[in-house]
């Protein structure tokens, strides 16, 4: 692909994933200690304000680490995003949050993340055994929220995925109740090929068949309006 680049910005800060809107760019942060995780940064002036919309801790770091997808998504305006490692739904236009249950879902505080982070092992087993949210998606009546939940384990041959589902939850964003759609394997689901369309989520699937890298894009159906 040809191109020029128009302009560089900085950022002060380690990026996750981003959001495009106008002038601006919606960051969501990848470091280890701020309380919060989302930066509106102007690409213009190169002037960047941290959100105090919502918040984080020291779980949330340290899931950061798994994948640099993050639950945010742009809606008519405003953006709704998702700590890693809790069920709590924020939007940029109110300090309202909307927070719901799942009996499925367990992700374990960390006071300092930086005690994990330094060690790979250690880092490893939280990743492994904690559910993190991954995607969120806005419906005409309800949210949509995609999980990761369950556990992985390292075997001889590499991590064994049998134990590791993902889940579609609808949210009522009003009374704050919620309820499971879907539950389906990890499989060969790659979260950082992850992709939100207008009804369902796509994601390229990888598998090895012999000496052959087979690719394919599998589409999660969220149900209509």
């Not at 249950?101 to 490893?124: C, G, H, V, Y």
């Amino acid at each position: 692909m040809d191109g020029q680049a128009l302009g560089e910005v900085g950022c002060e800060t380690a990026v996750s994933d981003f959001i495009v809107d106008g002038d601006y760019l919606w960051i969501y942060t990848a470091d280890a200690e701020s309380d919060g995780c989302v930066v509106k940064l102007n690409v213009n002036t190169g002037e960047a304000e941290s959100q105090n919309f919502i918040l984080v801790d020291g779980g949330h770091h340290i899931l950061t680490r798994w994948s640099s997808r993050a639950p945010m998504v742009m809606d008519d305006g405003v953006l709704w995003c998702m700590p890693k490692n809790k069920l709590e739904i924020y939007r940029s236009d109110s300090d309202q949050t909307c927070r719901f249950e799942s009996s499925s879902f367990t992700a374990e505080n960390i006071d300092d993340p930086n005690s994990l982070i330094s060690t790979r092992q250690k880092m490893e087993e939280y990743l492994c055994n904690n559910s993190v949210v991954v995607a969120i998606h806005p419906m005409k009546r309800d949210m949509r929220v995609l999980t990761a939940e369950g556990y992985l384990q390292r075997t001889k041959d590499g991590l064994d995925r049998s134990h590791r589902y993902y889940s579609v939850y609808s949210v009522n964003l009003s009374s704050e109740k919620a309820k499971c759609l879907i539950r389906f394997p990890q499989e060969s689901f790659s979260l950082d090929h992850l992709m939100i369309g207008p009804n369902c989520f796509y994601c390229l699937s990888h598998k090895v068949s012999g000496e052959d890298d087979q690719y394919a894009i599998e589409e999660i159906v969220l149900g209509s309006n």
